[in-house]
Each structure stands twice: as structure tokens, then as C-alpha cells.
């Protein structure tokens, strides 16, 4: 065989519209860590630093919407690859685990005697679950479902709750006792991402998924309430999704596959 053609053959695929959202998940963890550096420095000589601390919140979750947005074009056109698996985890780990990790030290973490171990526990625990998980997906043993708390969602929580937190605070523009609440909160994520508890990946929808008018209604409106409240309806949405995962062992076949637009394994196989 032909060295060059062998090579050729061996070269990953890399499917422009997918890896193009990656890329957009990758740039802004890349500018929110940026925006981070840039509010520390502005503390640092007096100024307040609330402006960059807000566009690296809102950074990390058009993260979020990025990397929600590349599996969902990958599987609606058949194009999901290795190459795509692995950029995508490549750039979670800047947008969930460094941006994230670095952004509750600088404003809360540091605070601390040992702050900085919490934020590299978070870290650490992020990166060894995106591992895990494409182990998994190369054996080709991966199921529907997400078993642990997924780092998007992770660092969307914190995010959220930190821009909810500031919203409340826009006065004193002070974090006060509502620092340990996110310290909690980030050793419980960090445990969270190495939990059995199993949360659904929404991979059966996509741009195909039919819906009744109802629901259809009921989505816009959510989306407008949101869009409305854009300082603490993040929070919600995904606190409701960590806290789903604890209640969803407890709800009926019936009702999970209504929650998650799954479809009957036998209305499945007869399509």
C-alpha cells in the first residue's frame, strides 16, 4: 500500500458546521478567562471590575449554547467523528473547567486559606470526567444518559447562580456570606460529575422533533419569561436540571419519556 495513500486514509474527519460551534464554545472560554484576567487587574488598581466579571459570566453560558448547539448539527447530518469528540472535550475543559474554576477563585476562592485547591479539585474532577466519558464513547458503550452531572451544566450552575448573586448584590456590589454558599457549591459539583446519578442528554431532540401545540406554546413562553428575566431565570433553569437528576429515579416511565421526548423503544424500532 501507498504510504501517502495510507496516511490519507488515516486522517480524521472534520466536519466544518459541528466543529465550527466547538470552536465557538472554545472562544468563549477563551475570552471569559480573558475578561477574568482584565477584571483582577482593574481590583487591582481600584476600579471596579463588576463590568468584565458580568461578560465572563454571560461567556461561559454562550459556551454552554455552543456546545449544546455541535452535537445536535453533528447528529441531525450524520456527522459525528472522533476528531469532533475529542475538540469538543478539548474545549469544554477551557470553557468549564479553567474559566469556571478560575473565575470563582478570583471572587471568591482566593478568600480562603486552601481556596485555590477547591478550584483545582474542580478542575481536576471536570477533566477526569470528559475522559471517562470518551473512553466510554471509543468502546461504543455509551448510552442515552449522562451518568454524573455533565461539566456544561456544571459550570452553566455556576455561572448562573454567581450572576444571580450579583444581581441581588448590584448595590453593595459585595458578595458578603454568599461565598460559602458558592464554595459549597462548587466541592458539590466537583463530587457531582463522579456521581451514579444519571441525568438525560436530550440527544432524541433535535431540529425533527415534533411536539404538540400546546407544549410548542408553553416552551415559547418559557423562553420569553427567560429572555425577560435574564438575571436569575439562568439559575433556574439549571438548578431544575442538577435537582432533576435526584428526582428522576422517582417519576414514571411515562413521565420521564414526556419530560425527555423520548420515544417507545417499539415506536422507535417500527420507524
Not at 16 to 26: D, E, I, V
Not at 29 to 49: K, T
Not at 145 to 158: E, M, N, S, T, Y
Not at 167 to 178: A, F, M, P
Amino acid at each position: 500500500m501507498d504510504p501517502k495513500n495510507e496516511s490519507q486514509d488515516e486522517s480524521p474527519k472534520i466536519y466544518l458546521l459541528p466543529n465550527l460551534m466547538t470552536a465557538g464554545n472554545l472562544f468563549c472560554g477563551f475570552a471569559a478567562s480573558l475578561e477574568i484576567l482584565q477584571g483582577v487587574l482593574l481590583q487591582e488598581q481600584g476600579n471596579d471590575p463588576i463590568r468584565q466579571f458580568h461578560t465572563a459570566i454571560w461567556l461561559i453560558l454562550a459556551a454552554c449554547i455552543f456546545d449544546m448547539l455541535d452535537g445536535r448539527l453533528a447528529r441531525l447530518g450524520g456527522n459525528e467523528s472522533e476528531f469532533g469528540r475529542e475538540f469538543d472535550s478539548l474545549a469544554d475543559v477551557i470553557s468549564f473547567g479553567v474559566a469556571p474554576a478560575l473565575f470563582l477563585y478570583k471572587i471568591v476562592l482566593q478568600d480562603f486559606s486552601q481556596g485555590w485547591m477547591v478550584a483545582f479539585f474542580y478542575l481536576l474532577c471536570g477533566a477526569m470526567r470528559l475522559a471517562r466519558f470518551n473512553c466510554i464513547a471509543a468502546k461504543g458503550t455509551a448510552d442515552k444518559d449522562f451518568r454524573g452531572f455533565p461539566i456544561p451544566a456544571a459550570a452553566g450552575v455556576i455561572a448562573s447562580v454567581t450572576l444571580f448573586i450579583l444581581w441581588i448584590e448590584q448595590k453593595d456590589r459585595v458578595l458578603g456570606n454568599w461565598k460559602y454558599l458558592l464554595l459549597a457549591l462548587m466541592i458539590f459539583l466537583s463530587f457531582m460529575m463522579f456521581s451514579k446519578f444519571k441525568y438525560p442528554s436530550f440527544k432524541a431532540i433535535n431540529w425533527r422533533t415534533k411536539g404538540s401545540i400546546s407544549r410548542i406554546i408553553i416552551i415559547f413562553l418559557i423562553l420569553i419569561f427567560t429572555v425577560q428575566n435574564y438575571m436569575w431565570m439562568p439559575a433556574v433553569i439549571f438548578i431544575s436540571y442538577l435537582l432533576y437528576g435526584f428526582l428522576r429515579p422517582f417519576l414514571s416511565i411515562k413521565m420521564r419519556r414526556d419530560i425527555e421526548e423520548e420515544e417507545d423503544e417499539e415506536e422507535s424500532a417500527a420507524k
